[in-house]
């Protein structure tokens, strides 16, 4: 079936810094969705992509899905204290939304 | 606008024993899902339903079983809790799957002693 992988799956963070996490899966997607769990919280819903090399932004938030629509990642600039939290891509196939282990972000002020 | 809900938010369960875990949607979507979620380990599909009366099992099923006889309600049973069974778990619902956005619950923190 499908398996979908994320690494890091820790990231700490200076404040200020720059990190990306990455997501690859083992099958081609139909589309990949971010996102966003706060600590003690419920997964957000943040993007989904669709198109191969498909890029997005959000603020400092800029998302990219693979050429071959196999992989994304998530890039994160002057990383601030409220992206603390974790971080999921979810690939859709058939009726099923498979999510990755996710990458939890701290960060050092 | 309520969304997602799930009930209860925590429990204890003795092994052996047997609950519900309830989750109702108020925004007419087809597609409901459980998933439970153990520390640093993602998010695991337990089953899946695509409308009312249809229901098919996800990655993780064994030990559980759901029915869906309404749109909006999607509950989840455990027979026989297992200390394996201690998690999270995460009710959610979309519209279509893969194509939008899904909504979660807040989630039901379960312990088996």
């Known amino acids: 079936g499908q398996q979908v992988m994320q690494i890091p799956q820790y990231q700490h963070v200076q404040e200020g810094e720059d990190f990306t996490t990455y997501c690859n899966s083992s099958?081609?997607?139909?589309?990949i969705q971010w996102y966003k769990q706060r600590p003690g919280g419920h997964p957000v819903f943040l993007i989904q992509l669709v198109k191969s090399g498909e890029v997005k932004k959000q603020k400092r938030l800029t998302f990219q899905f693979g050429e071959a629509k196999k992989n994304s990642s998530l890039h994160i600039t002057a990383t601030q204290t409220t992206d603390v939290g974790t971080y999921f891509c979810a690939g859709g196939q058939d009726y099923k939304l498979s999510f990755g282990a996710g990458t939890t972000v701290t960060v050092r002020a | 606008n309520a969304g997602v809900t799930q009930t209860p938010k925590f429990r204890i369960l003795k092994i052996g024993q047997s609950m519900t875990l309830q989750c109702t949607q108020d925004m007419n979507h087809n597609y409901m899902y459980w998933y439970r979620q153990d520390p640093g380990m993602g998010l695991k599909l337990i089953y899946y339903?695509?409308?009312?009366?249809?229901?098919d099992k996800g990655e993780v099923p064994n030990g559980y079983n759901v029915s869906r006889s309404t749109t909006e309600d999607f509950p989840l049973r455990l027979e026989l809790a297992a200390p394996s069974q201690t998690s999270v778990y995460f009710c959610a619902s979309s519209p279509s799957t893969g194509w939008t956005e899904a909504f979660f619950g807040q989630g039901t923190r379960l312990t088996v002693v």
């Open positions: 099958t081609t997607l139909s589309n």
């Open positions: 339903s695509v409308g009312a009366g249809i229901t």
